[in-house]
């Protein structure tokens, strides 16, 4: 409990700081968060391009996809916020600020994400829920007083798949020092998962489900709101894979923490 | 002076051979996006013959072609243009006797051969083992789809010269360098073709440079161009490479008044 309340004091701390750095380029900040959005941006362009040809993907119709989209944007704002881990390797392991972090009483892992914290990746949440609440409306789907709360449990339950998985592979790099090339790897691996899974073959559907869970960033989780796309089960998993994932992302970070030798430099 | 930028792409060349370990990984990269866009088409096309007027035969060597041609053109000739402008470096290549955009273009060209040949060609073999993509019979197709290849590497150069040179004007770029990327995904035809757009924004698109990157050269590879309208194809990349030079001979001459190093 301690130990949480130091974490929360140091988050102020650096997000004080962070605002402090950010407003010398003011411009900047939005041209980050246009620039994130324009991402999203292409894909709802090509689900709605896509969409004039043809009435439905499967057994989904245009409106279910770009809602499942709307709630894929929510946990990967979150995580991209907290978790922003793209330049770990070559800033803490090539460059040796890893031995700075060490050296701090506070655990390396959340000194490492706070450092990095980018909070104009939530506004990519934000654009998440206002495009879940249009299509929403335009499914007609009923609302129920405990959908927000849902929401939250499935949303904190995908981020953590996120943070987990990314966690893990940014400890890679105290295993081996040069670039694997597997972060990219699973970057694009993962954009299978904003898209329904019952599209893909059975070997992907087996990956996206049970090795790189990224389908409970997407599409399972978001079932539970649809009416007909079944599987609640599937759904109410989202927050136990979530954990599990996490549990080993941090069990390799831990490993590999001692396994860190400096850069020797 | 012609063998001073020969040497340049020969450097660039033997550079990226020695890491030439991160393109393996590459070319899995660009198998895993094709395979999204394959199994995504595919669901499109459910059990209709032809959409948009491709069969799903020819959509999906649109998609492949399309990603491989961008394992050739693709450079981060704009990244390396604005460090060089930032971090004050690009003064010192200004006062050599050669000029710094060609050596720039050089250096990119040496990349795509690298790219070609250690990228893109194993790539087109392990994508033609994994999904059913038809190769044209004709060789007349294959030398005018390499002569439409090197113009789309010319026009994305440019506009990546261009998006670099923007360095010398504003302090920060890098917002800029993104939305170039996903603009060239998105306008070029990567992600989608231009003929599934709706009609009044294929007419906007008909008039920029993008389509000349991706979709004409890939819209000759799978034969949905024939005829004289091949050659209107490579004539509209020949137009575009000659109107991107304007607009980037104007901006080293104004860029030169300002050179402006942050922290230097």
Redesign the interface.
Known sequence: MRRMAQSMSLFREYIGNYIKTKLT?R??FW??V??DL??SA?NL??IF??F???P???DWSEAEVVFVYGYFMIPYGIFSTFSNLWNFSDRYITKGEMDRILTRPAGSLTQVMLENVDPPSLIGSLVGIGIMIAAWLRLDLPFHWYDPLVLIVMALGSTLVYVGLYTALAAISFFSDA????V??IY??Q??GR?PIQ???RT?RFLLTWLLPFAFVGVYPASFFLVGHGGRAMAWLTPVVGAIVLALGLWVWRSGVKRYRGAGS | MLSAYLDFVRIRFLMMLAYRVNYYSGIIIYAINIGAYYFMWKAIFGDAETLGGFTVMQMTTYIAVSWMARAFYFNNLDREISNEIRDGSVAVQMTRPISYLMVKLMQGFGEGVFRLLLFMVPGMIIVKLIFPIELPADPMRWIVFFVMLWFSFLINTQLNIMTGLFAFFVENNQGLMNMKRIAIDLLSGVILPMSFFPGWARAVLSWLPFQAITYLPSSVFTGRLNGSDVWNAVLVQAIWFAVLTVPIAWMWRAARTRLFVQGG
């Open positions: 380029y411009a900047d041209v980050e246009i620039s324009m991402f292409m362009i090509f391009v896509v004039r040809q043809t439905a993907l499967g670039p694997t090339g597997i990219p790897l694009n691996i954009n299978y898209y599209i893909y073959n992907i």
